[in-house]
Every structure is written in structure tokens, then in C-alpha cells.
T-cell receptor, first 112, second 115 residues
């Protein structure tokens, strides 16, 4: 069945450093890849997404890259700040972004 | 505007009982999703609706779980004969269909505890 693997499970960085989270997916029909941020006790919120016709997308300090051939995609956060501390989930879905399979999450700690 | 809402926020029930969890999506969102999130895990897809019909229910773990959306807006997730392993946060999300964005907007979740 469909599967999304996410690494690392925990990531600790110093404020100002970069953070990278990597995901792989199994379903070659996947063509939409969102990233969600979930703060403790809160609901997941979309921070960036990418579709399969694009290799990279950037939004201020956040960027996502996609390699469809290798079936992996990554989240890059530059100049990390303490408020970036949260759990980040990658996900994959087919056309329309409907049935969505999530990774297990990466807990990011940004130390001031 | 109002976001996705879910009731109750917390539900404690005894093993074997029946529970209903309610989701009110964002007005105008035709797609509605149910997920289950266990501690330390990502949301696990259960089912999604397009309008009134279940477009994909392949994530429902067994026939104790059922969901409806009779008028294409509010949805109810129903769990029969609850088991301790059903304890989790049940998240609902909604999205527009056919728009430029595929973003799913999540509700605050219902924390279900089966004792």
C-alpha cells in the first residue's frame, strides 16, 4: 500500500542554522506533496506544498525540493528561529490532493 | 471566517460503547476528510467525502467504523463497540475542490479515550 517514510524523527539545531527533513514515498502516482507544521496541542497547518511538475519551491525561509525519479522530497528551513520548533509532517497524495498519506513526523527543536 | 470545528473536544467512553464524533467543515468546502492521530504519529487517513458520497474509505480500519455526510456539509464519524486501541485524536479537515489550492484545513480534533 501507499507509504511515506520521514527522517529524522527528531532534529535539534542552533538558532540561525538550517534544518533539513527528508521523505520518501512509495506510490508513483503521487503528484502533490504538502508539508504541515503542528505545534503542541494544536492542529496541523500547511506551510508549503509542491506539485510534481515543479522541482523546487521557495517561500521566504522555507523551501521544498522534489525528485520524482527517486521518489523523495525534502523540506529546508534556513535561519531557524525558536518559533520554528514544532513537529513537521510530510505527506503525499494523488491528483486533487485528496487521499493523503502522512509521514510519522519530525520533531524540530531550535535552541536559542 | 469560521474554520473547521469538531465536537466534542474530548470524549471518554467505556470499552464496547458506541460513539459519534462530529465535524463542521468550512462553508463551501466540498471535500471533507477524517484522520486518526495517535501519540507521536502522523495523521492516518481514514476516509474522504466529495459532497455527500464517500469517495475513498480505504483507510477505515474495520467495519466498526462508519462515517456519513448526508447533506454534503456536516459529517459524523461513528465507532461501534469501541476498543482501547481506538483511543487517539480524531482529526477532520476540509478543502475546496477544483481550486488552485489543494490545502486541507484541519479542525482542532476530538480526543477519544476508551477505558
Amino acid at each position: 500500500g501507499e507509504n511515506v517514510e520521514q527522517h529524522p524523527s527528531t532534529l535539534s539545531v542552533q538558532e540561525g542554522d538550517s534544518a533539513v527533513i527528508k521523505c520518501t514515498y512509495s506510490d508513483s502516482a503521487s503528484n502533490y506533496f504538502p508539508w504541515y507544521k503542528q505545534e503542541l496541542g494544536k492542529r496541523p497547518q500547511l506551510i508549503i506544498d509542491i506539485r510534481s511538475n515543479v522541482g523546487e519551491k521557495k517561500d521566504q525561509r522555507i523551501a521544498v525540493t522534489l525528485n520524482k525519479t527517486a521518489k523523495h522530497f525534502s523540506l529546508h528551513i534556513t535561519e531557524t528561529q525558536p518559533e520554528d520548533s514544532a513537529v513537521y509532517f510530510c505527506a503525499a497524495s494523488g491528483a486533487g490532493g485528496f487521499k493523503t498519506i502522512f509521514g510519522a513526523g519530525t520533531r524540530l527543536f531550535v535552541k536559542a | 471566517g469560521a474554520g473547521v470545528s469538531q465536537t466534542p473536544s474530548n470524549k471518554v467512553t467505556e470499552k464496547g460503547k458506541y460513539v459519534e464524533l462530529r465535524c463542521d467543515p468550512i462553508s463551501g468546502h466540498t471535500a471533507l476528510y477524517w484522520y486518526r492521530q495517535s501519540l507521536g504519529q502522523g495523521p492516518e487517513f481514514l476516509i474522504y467525502f466529495q459532497g455527500t458520497g464517500a469517495a475513498d474509505d480505504s483507510g477505515l480500519p474495520n467495519d466498526r467504523f462508519f462515517a456519513v455526510r448526508p447533506e454534503g456539509s456536516v459529517s459524523t464519524l461513528k465507532i461501534q463497540r469501541t476498543e482501547r486501541g481506538d483511543s487517539a485524536v480524531y482529526l477532520c479537515a476540509s478543502s475546496l475542490t477544483g481550486g488552485a489550492s489543494y490545502e486541507q484545513y484541519f479542525g482542532p480534533g476530538t480526543r477519544l479515550t476508551v477505558t
